[in-house]
């Protein structure tokens, strides 16, 4: 691996690489070689552009300078040479001169992406986008993140299971479904696994995670939706209320920030500019009501007939938090029942609120979280309430008739994390291969 | 927990779980309780069935001891008492003398699963078969294997991506896509990873993993096959050929068993009467034809027109291998063209074998792997050959047009690892929530 190299004394090594820029000079040419852990410089001091009968070498070194001379941007190839240590070299202080050079797979001439590419044709050639190193740092980064989660559920004992993402009726809302022909009949893709996780309560899992594609039919355009995204998923049994569950999903994310940072810190301060911030605990935890009150006494009039909050007034109360405590995270809790799911469970005493939170990170929502209604009288109602027809939840409802704990837990989007991790103004930056109405290619 | 219990000193504890047997005797009343850890006894020796104005504590036994008398099976309880160790008890050593007893959420009394219940009635309630100890502990199993591969991957830096489930156009057969209605048009279940894989290589992440779901309309109904499956993919660059897949694919293999036998052996020979063996490196590699003449010699004639073995053929050498090198594990190498897909490197200098390999676990096929065709001329003129279209593909192969390493991978189904691991029949009992073409509930 490249970034191996600066480790390593001089003397012959072998790397491989695409590249990523020539500089074809007179009597030495240079090559900046890249791989996914880093760039090196490549250097052909034995430039010979026509064969030379006084040079005995000449058949190696025409042939090596042309190919050089020929070689275009991202063509992968393999070369052998000596390493040196070279304090004047900026890119790692070292650099490699070619023994001989072969192409593995040329590229052709004309890269479809310019470095003032907008994000569409960038996504139209998501590989070779990715191949920027912002880019692969974000994959590096996903990875280090996602691991250190499942580091925390494993050591505590949570189970990890793959639901099914075709099921036969909605999970969430009817209205954005998208449907399947399955067989001689009609299958549902799962827009989030909230019966299955639920289902692992009632089958005395105690707790389960989950890290998988959640689907929604949703015709917007906006940098925060896709019609696919990686859904991040945790439920726990015997929580006394929806604290409980805020308490483990602040754990996994200071456990998650911390590993990145640790791991990627002086990456993301030199690509990003971003200077990440391993929060300390507990995070600031604002009922929505008082929140709605601070931005309005702050100026800001919420525009909705719903109880719900707006994103510009998700950014006031996080700029306030920011302000006042210093934290990019904020819990806000207690949302009306009004305007969350029949199966949130809802405040003893009042059943206008509901044990539920949205945690919002650099102003925008990233996860929504609750304790669930498990008492099967309560649950029918809510769900009758909601306009939701019982006997297509059937077999949901079934979960609570044989026993069940008291449960809650939450949904991430990991692509909206990474964005606001990272400073980023698109989740279509922090996906692997975007899908949106328009997108379903690559 | 209470698999926590039998560590702890004798005094006052609470614990919750769900009723898994009552035995009321006329002077002393169990219940057998379990959570996902464990079962433990509880004794209420302060049985009183009618009031008595004698008994001081009349108000709270009668009560206490109804209570008890009406738990049905799998109700969820809270329970306060004293722990007490006692040898005698054969659940673990300890008991538990009951103080107070809370129904959290009570069960209907008819159990719809017997204990002879058949798969599919087991199926339709799978929440309750899930109660089983032996199911729980499968999804235990599922989590430290997949934790251990996921180590090994980042312990070596591969990037952990989430490629997209709907997709333009198929990956595998045009013959088992399930159609997925798309805004005005149409969409496609992925078949497999494979394209997406591919295009990390392309992107320079070097190698790579993932975890996911993957679809295929498949209508039989073997014990082996779904329309959803759990799919374990790896790719990684600079491959030589299919061997340096095999390399790390046996030692993936090796972790994972290695840490299921460590923490989960002794419950596995327990539940499942398995001695599960971590397997020595290298496993024995055979090519196909070689494999064909064994089986052949040993009396099997395979009956099949094409190049390929049947499952009879595949467990047949398997016992070979058992017998004779005392391995669970064989890779089947060298697999012909005539029955690969299109994107397998085939032989230099032999274009009739491919350099692929499938991996049969205890007589049963978990995976393919292979080295990947990286020249855009061979891959294109396979595709050709294949009956593919390249219009179709044409997203795909663009990949190769800017310049790909070398590389190489596999797919492996997780539910057939685990169904052979532990010796079932089926992968109905290794899948969370099965899915079929008769089944899409719960």
């Keep these: 691996m490249i970034n191996d190299l600066a480790a390593r004394e001089d003397g012959p090594v072998r790397v491989s690489g695409w590249v990523e820029k020539v500089r074809d000079q007179r009597h030495v040419q240079f090559v900046v070689l890249r791989d996914e852990s880093g760039a090196v410089q490549l250097v052909n001091g034995g430039v010979l552009r026509e064969p030379d009968p006084e040079n005995p070498r000449s058949d190696i070194l025409v042939p090596r300078t042309r190919t050089i001379s020929e070689l275009t941007h991202g063509t992968f190839v393999t070369v052998g040479g000596e390493l040196q240590h070279n304090e004047r070299v900026k890119l790692g202080g070292v650099e490699i001169q070619i023994d001989e050079i072969s192409v593995v797979t040329a590229a052709l001439p004309d890269n479809p992406v310019a470095d003032d590419s907008g994000i569409d044709v960038r996504l139209d050639w998501r590989f070779l986008d990715l191949r920027r190193p912002e880019q692969n740092l974000v994959f590096r980064i996903q990875t280090t993140f996602l691991h250190a989660l499942?580091?925390?559920?494993?050591?505590?004992?949570?189970?990890?299971?793959?639901?099914?993402?075709?099921?036969?009726?909605?999970?969430?809302?009817?209205?954005?479904?998208?449907?399947?022909?399955?067989?001689?009949?009609?299958?549902?893709?799962?827009?989030?696994?909230?019966?299955?996780?639920?289902?692992?309560?009632?089958?005395?899992?105690?707790?389960?995670?989950?890290?998988?594609?959640?689907?929604?039919?949703?015709?917007?355009?906006?940098?925060?939706?896709?019609?696919?995204?990686?859904?991040?998923?945790?439920?726990?049994?015997?929580?006394?209320?929806?604290?409980?569950?805020?308490?483990?999903?602040?754990?996994?994310?200071?456990?998650?920030?911390?590993?990145?940072?640790?791991?990627?810190?002086?990456?993301?301060?030199?690509?990003?500019?971003?200077?990440?911030?391993?929060?300390?605990?507990?995070?600031p935890r604002i009922p929505l009501a008082e929140a709605k009150e601070i931005v309005k006494a702050e100026g800001y009039e919420i525009p909705r007939a719903d109880a719900d909050m707006d994103p510009e007034g998700e950014r006031r109360i996080a700029a306030h938090v920011k302000q006042k405590y210093g934290y990019d995270f904020v819990f806000l809790t207690d949302y009306a029942a009004s305007i969350r799911p029949f199966y949130h469970m809802r405040h003893e005493g009042d059943a206008s609120l509901t044990n539920s939170y949205d945690l919002i990170y650099h102003g925008v929502e990233i996860s929504t979280g609750a304790q669930r209604e498990h008492r099967i009288e309560v649950l029918e109602a809510q769900a009758v309430e909601k306009g939701m027809d019982p006997a297509e939840l059937g077999f949901y409802l079934d979960f609570f008739r044989y026993g069940v704990p008291p449960h809650g837990g939450f949904g991430m989007g990991l692509n909206r994390v990474l964005m606001l991790m990272l400073g980023q103004s698109s989740i279509r930056e922090t996906t692997y291969l975007f899908r949106g109405p328009n997108r379903l290619l690559p």
Excluded: N
């Design 150 to 283: 499942r580091q925390v559920w494993v050591d505590r004992g949570l189970i990890e299971i793959q639901t099914p993402k075709l099921m036969a009726s909605a999970s969430e809302s009817r209205a954005e479904l998208f449907e399947v022909e399955y067989f001689e009949g009609k299958a549902f893709l799962a827009q989030s696994p909230q019966f299955f996780k639920q289902m692992a309560q009632a089958a005395g899992f105690g707790g389960i995670f989950e890290v998988g594609p959640a689907f929604r039919a949703d015709p917007s355009f906006t940098s925060r939706h896709a019609t696919e995204f990686t859904s991040i998923d945790m439920e726990i049994s015997w929580v006394d209320s929806h604290v409980d569950v805020m308490d483990l999903h602040e754990e996994l994310m200071v456990a998650g920030i911390s590993a990145v940072e640790e791991k990627h810190g002086e990456e993301i301060q030199k690509l990003f500019g971003v200077e990440l911030a391993v929060p300390s605990r507990p995070f």
